[in-house]
């Protein structure tokens, strides 16, 4: 069932030829278990000797909106995972997360959770500005690391993160969420593999009705660094990098429309739009707003991406996640088509693709992401290196607004 049931079913599935479909599970494990609390002890990351299944032990490290809503669940869906402690400055929300989990290991200071015995591995889900302190202090302590988007305030801390990470040797990943969406992985696929041929154009938008509320954090330059540039764009921008790759420069504009927000004075921007060019030629065209007024908010307002290429082209609409509009060369115009089956989880994914609702359930994917790989020992996906390029694109896009010019986006 989609979130807009008022859509129309999709159409007679275009022919894609199987090359472009094939795909091969990474690992398997076995079904899920609803169980954030599973054993009684705390433990170190270990092999159980029977059945050689490694379990991970994992600290979530502020427990607001999305570590309930992305986090916990993903992990109560991996039978490697296990949460072990839970970590939040504001008590009120730390007691709801501990009721909410049956967790009783519960801190309101991170330095005391990276201490806590059985901790592998963190979840940094907080405000901006403690994202790089509290990851380079867990690195320091060899944890591996989960740090919600943008992962920094600026580039000079994304590539210290990402280069403490890859110094320490841990798994290190950044949770761009929507690449989990199964139409965007999807759609990743067939453009590598060639289906539209060459790209020549990229387009993004994300249009959500946030009116004048209060935002609490996010509306506060010094908390958040950037607003809807690093709250929403960042993930498009990390489509683009999926999609085409590296940007070579661009030109952006920055607006605050609503300079009080909820009483408070809110100095970030509420819409952002980048033009860029691509270092393979191709260019593209970003616009994130949180005042597009009427077009409602979360899984349900637009949230599209776009790109053309010489033989055809492929959007992704976030509303119908298990679909993808296809149009090609010479042909009568878009068709919808479902996701082939093989691409509506990870590979390896516990998950069950035919349960929940799917605006959210593929967000749970991105939690076995990082234990797949701490548990196989391969590089997580997308890394910091990821979220890097990301905070390279948008400090290219603080500085062309402010000096009102193109500029060169810094190679990671
Ligand atoms: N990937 C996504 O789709 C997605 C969606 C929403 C938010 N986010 C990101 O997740 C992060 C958190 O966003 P949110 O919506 O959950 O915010 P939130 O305000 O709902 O939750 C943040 C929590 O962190 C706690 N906190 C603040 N400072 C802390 C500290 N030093 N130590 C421990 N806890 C602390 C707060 O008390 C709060 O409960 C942000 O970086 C945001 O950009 C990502």
Redesign the pocket.
Known sequence: MFADDKLPPATTPVNIPDEFISQRPRSLVSAPALDYAQSSDTRDTKHDEETHVKTVGVAM???????LQ?HLPGFALCPQAKVVAL????PA?LERAKSQTGITAAFTD?HDVLKHSGVDAVVI????F??AP?ALAAIAAHKHVMC???IAMNLEEAKAMLAAAEAAGIRHMT????RFVPAMRYMAHLIKTGFIGQPYHFRAQRFQDWGDRNL??RQVKKLAATGEL??MLS?RIDFAHLLIGPMARLVARLKNFVPIRGGQPSDLDDWVAILADFKNGATGVLESSKLATGRGEGGKSPDVCEVNGSEGTLIYTLTRPNEIQVGKKGGAGLEMQAVPEEFLKIPGSPRDVHSGDPVIAF?WDQDFEFIDAIVNNRPATPSFADGARCQAVMTAALESDEKSKWVEVPAI
């Open positions: 490290i502020g427990c607001g909106g999305i570590a992305n970590c939040d400055t504001n929300v991170w889900a907080t405000p901006n403690t994202h509290i919600e988007k943008p949770a761009f969420t929507y609490g954090w690093g709250d993930h967000r």
